[in-house]
C-alpha cells in the first residue's frame, strides 16, 4: 500500500511549487503561461507526471500525489516505484520503463496493488516522459460484473439446453410484429433434421404433421385470431424426413397488445413418442390379458366340466347297477376319458405355472445324461391313445440310441406340446415324429398335414398367447409353442417351423446334445 499521506504546512510558495488556483478572473489574467499549464494540470481529472529520462518525477499534479500517497514536494526527484515500492514489478512500472527506454508512447491499462485500475497515456514530450492515468476502476468493475453476468447466463444456457436436450424438448417464439421465429437448438430435430433449418416457416410445420391430425392443431392455431384464446395444448404426429411418425406435444401461450392483437406466441415442444409407445404397449397388454383370462377360463372348464359329466354318469351306473364292476368295459371308458381331461387339465396348470417361472427367471433345469431316442418313443407311445380318439395315424422314426446330456422332464414337455399342438391344429390328418442325427446337432421334427401356418406367422406364434389364425380349430393357451423355444434355447438349440411339403407345418428343434 503507499504510504500515508502528510499534509504540508502552510508556507510561502516556492519557485518549485505549483501557484495557487487563481481566485478571480484578474488573477488568471495576470498568470503566465507556465501557471497558466500548472492550473490546468490541476484542474484535471487524470493523474499527471511527468519523468526525467531516468524515471525520476520532475513535475505532478495534486491526483498523482494523491495516487502515490505522499505529498508532491516529496516525490519530485524521486521513481515512482521507489516512492511506493509495491509498484515494482507490475504492469505499471514495466510499461513505463520500456516507454523511456524506446522513447516510444502508447495506452495501456494496469492495476495497481491497491485494487485501482487505471488507463494509462504515455508519451515523449521534450527530453520528458508525460504520463496521463484516469481512475478507470469503476468502469472495469462495472466491465468484470457484465463479464460474469454474461457467463452466468452462458452456463445457466448450457444448462438449459441440456435439460431440454435430456427431456426431447424445445422452446420456440414467433413475434408477428417483426416476423422474426426464434426456436431453440434442438427444435428442428424434434422434426427428424439432424442439423438446423436455415429457416423454419409454419407452412413446413403444417405440412409435417399427419393428415389426421391437422385439422385439429390447424383449428387450434386459426382460434388464437378468432376468439380470445391465452394458451392451447395439443397432441399430433408428425413425420420425420426418414418416413418414420413421431409423437409431439405442443403447449403455447399467447401475448396480446392493449387491441387484443396477437403479438407473440411462444410455446414449448416435447417428444412424447417413447410415451405413446408405452401406452399402446399397456393397453396391447390389458387386452392380451383380458383375452388370455377369457380364453384360460373357457379351456379349464372344458375339461372341468368334461371331469364333472364322467363322474356324475360314474355315479348313476353306481346306482342303477351297483354290481357292475370297476372293470367292466363301461366303466373303463369313463375312467379313460376322465384320466384323458385330467391329464388335458395338469399340462394347461404346468404351462401356466412355467410361464410364470419363465418371467420371473426361475424356470429350473436339471441336466443328466440320458437316451433322447427312449424319451421320444415313450412319448409317443403315451399319445397313441389320445391320437386313435382324435382318428388320427401316428407314426415314428427314431435313429437310436441319441445319448446326450440335458433335462430329461423339460424335453419330455417339449415333445409333448408339439404333439398335443400337431394333434390339436392338424385337422385330422396324420401326425409323423422323427429323431435323426447325422453330423451336427440332433434333429427332432413333428410334422402334420393340416392347414398349415403362414409365413408371416412363423416367428409370431413363438410369442405368448400367440396362436395359428390359419388353424380350423382353435384351443390351448396359447402357451405351449412359447414354453418350447424357451426350453429348447436354454439347452443351446433352435426351434422353427417350416412349410411340409405337401402341405402342413413342420416343427423342427436343433439340439446340440
Not at 484535471?44 to 502515490?68: P, V, Y
Not at 511506493?84 to 495497481?112: I, Q
Not at 424426413?241 to 396477437?262: E, F, M, Q
Not at 445319448?403 to 409333448?416: A, H, I, M, N, T
Request: with cysteine; glycine share 8%.
Amino acid at each position: 500500500m503507499p504510504p500515508p499521506f502528510v499534509p504540508m504546512k502552510p508556507q510561502e510558495h516556492r519557485a518549485s511549487e505549483r501557484p495557487p488556483l487563481p481566485a478571480t478572473a484578474a488573477d488568471e489574467a495576470g498568470l503566465s503561461p507556465e501557471a497558466r499549464l500548472c492550473v490546468l494540470q490541476e484542474m484535471m481529472e487524470e493523474a499527471f507526471l511527468s519523468l526525467d529520462a531516468h524515471g525520476r518525477i520532475r513535475d505532478l499534479n495534486g491526483r498523482a500525489a494523491m495516487l502515490l500517497g505522499q505529498p508532491a514536494e516529496r516525490l519530485r526527484g524521486q521513481e515512482p516505484w521507489g516512492a511506493w515500492p509495491e509498484l515494482a514489478g507490475t504492469v505499471l512500472h514495466e510499461r513505463l520503463m520500456a516507454a523511456l527506454a524506446t522513447r516510444e508512447g502508447g495506452r495501456f491499462l494496469a492495476e495497481l496493488p491497491s485494487r485501482m485500475w487505471l488507463e494509462v497515456t504515455v508519451r515523449a514530450v521534450g527530453d520528458e516522459t508525460w504520463v496521463l492515468a484516469a481512475d478507470i476502476t469503476r468502469r472495469q468493475q462495472a466491465e468484470s460484473e457484465v463479464a460474469r453476468t454474461e457467463e452466468r447466463f452462458r452456463q445457466v444456457g448450457e444448462r438449459f439446453q441440456v435439460a431440454l436436450e435430456s427431456a426431447q424438448m424445445a422452446v420456440w417464439e414467433t413475434n408477428l410484429a417483426t416476423g422474426h421465429v426464434f426456436r431453440s437448438e434442438g427444435h428442428d430435430r424434434l422434426y427428424g433434421y439432424p442439423e438446423p433449418l436455415t429457416e423454419w416457416t409454419h407452412e413446413r410445420f403444417l405440412a409435417s404433421i399427419h393428415p389426421e391430425d391437422r385439422p385439429e392443431v390447424e383449428a387450434q392455431v386459426a382460434s388464437i385470431f378468432a376468439r380470445d384464446v391465452d394458451a392451447y395444448a395439443s397432441a399430433f404426429r408428425t413425420r420425420w424426413p426418414d418416413g418414420s411418425w413421431h409423437w409431439l406435444i405442443s403447449r403455447a401461450k399467447v401475448i396480446r397488445d392493449a387491441a387484443g392483437n396477437v403479438v407473440v406466441v411462444r410455446g414449448a415442444i416435447l417428444d412424447v413418442t417413447t410415451l405413446k409407445e408405452t401406452e399402446a404397449a399397456l393397453q396391447e397388454a390389458v387386452r392380451t390379458r383380458d383375452d388370455f383370462l377369457s380364453l384360460a377360463s373357457h379351456e379349464l372348464r372344458t375339461p372341468l366340466t368334461s371331469l364333472r359329466l364322467q363322474l356324475q354318469m360314474l355315479r348313476r351306473m353306481a346306482e342303477t347297477t351297483p354290481a357292475e364292476p370297476l372293470a367292466a368295459p363301461k366303466v373303463a371308458a369313463k375312467l379313460d376319458i376322465t384320466e384323458r381331461q385330467l391329464r388335458r387339465l395338469g399340462a394347461l396348470v404346468d404351462n401356466l405355472l412355467d410361464v410364470s417361472r419363465i418371467q420371473t427367471g426361475k424356470l429350473d433345469f436339471q441336466f443328466a445324461d440320458g437316451d433322447l431316442a427312449a424319451v421320444v418313443s415313450d412319448l409317443v407311445a403315451r399319445f397313441a391313445d389320445e391320437a386313435r380318439q382324435a382318428g388320427v395315424t401316428l407314426s415314428v422314426r427314431v435313429d437310436g440310441p441319441v445319448q446326450g446330456r440335458f433335462d430329461r422332464l423339460r424335453l419330455e414337455q417339449v415333445v409333448s406340446n408339439l404333439l398335443a399342438n400337431a394333434l390339436r391344429y392338424g385337422a385330422g390328418s396324420p401326425v409323423r415324429v422323427s429323431l435323426t442325427r447325422e453330423e451336427g446337432p440332433v434333429r427332432l421334427v413333428v410334422r402334420d398335414y393340416g392347414p398349415g401356418v403362414a409365413e408371416k406367422d412363423r416367428e409370431r406364434i413363438f410369442e405368448r398367447f400367440a396362436q395359428n389364425p390359419n388353424a380350423a380349430h382353435k384351443g390351448g393357451l396359447g402357451l405351449g409353442l412359447y414354453i418350447v423355444r424357451q426350453i429348447v434355447e436354454a439347452h443351446g438349440g433352435r426351434v422353427h417351423v417350416e412349410a411340409a411339403p405337401g402341405g402342413g407345418s413342420a416343427f423342427v428343434v436343433d439340439l446340440p446334445l
